[in-house]
């Protein structure tokens, strides 16, 4: 077994620049996601892909066809990739300026992300977990007797989750410090004995271009 996992977080969007909780909301990609997508997926253009996954919803979809390129690769999604699901506080802005969320107890979604408790129509982080677990479990046996490279494209909390099943932090140190930023790439070598993080949130673009809009305080 040797498979390299892509995991990549989609690009921007509006929702992002006004730091609203997107969740399952289908938002697309603005113009600049659309840039830093091309830009990485310049970056990765040598990479030889096997398959490529990717959520359902537009911004992850958008964001792997876009790295994709001109490969002859089908793009295969997968909802167990979506985002966590913020249920009925979805559009509503969680920076520290112009705060809506009519909850004091959000901020644990950072701080003690196991202990987050969702509002309605929401998903707790340990339910996100279970169900990219399964994802990564299936893959590994679909793919892993290959020698393969694997692009997956997905979402902040979801990337998390999915780097979690390596980690097994359940703690708040499953953010690793931060949302991994637009188009940030994190790859994994799985072999038969165990595996290595080659990269973490690595970004392909000026540094000067990556949007911190969620204000101090919330991540």
């Not at 990219?132 to 007797?145: H, P, Q, S």
């Not at 020698?147 to 953010?175: K, P």
């Amino acid at each position: 077994m040797h498979m390299k996992l892509y995991f990549i977080r989609h690009g921007e969007t509006v929702w992002n620049t006004q730091a609203k909780l997107q969740g399952k909301s289908d938002i697309p990609l603005n113009e600049k996601g659309v840039a830093l997508a091309r830009v990485t997926g310049e970056a990765l253009a040598d990479v030889p892909f096997a398959a490529i996954y990717s959520s359902p919803l537009k911004r992850a979809l958008q964001t792997a066809q876009l790295v994709a390129g001109d490969r002859d690769v089908p793009i295969v999604t997968d909802r167990r990739l979506e985002e966590i699901g913020f249920g009925i506080w979805e559009g509503l802005s969680c920076h520290k300026d112009h705060y809506e969320i009519p909850s004091d107890s959000f901020q644990d979604f950072f701080l003690d992300p196991f202990g987050y408790q969702p509002p309605a129509q929401g998903e707790t982080v340990r339910h996100v977990c279970g169900r990219t677990a399964d994802f990564l479990e299936e893959l590994i046996r679909k793919m892993g007797k290959e020698e393969s490279n694997v692009l997956i494209s997905c979402h902040g909390c979801t990337l998390r989750a999915l780097m979690n099943y390596f980690y097994q932090d359940y703690t708040a140190g499953f953010w690793r410090g931060h949302v991994p930023p637009n188009c940030s790439v994190s790859i994994v070598e799985v072999k038969e004995k165990g595996f290595s993080i080659l990269a973490e949130d690595k970004i392909f673009y000026d540094k000067d271009r990556m949007g911190d809009y969620y204000g101090e305080g919330t991540k």
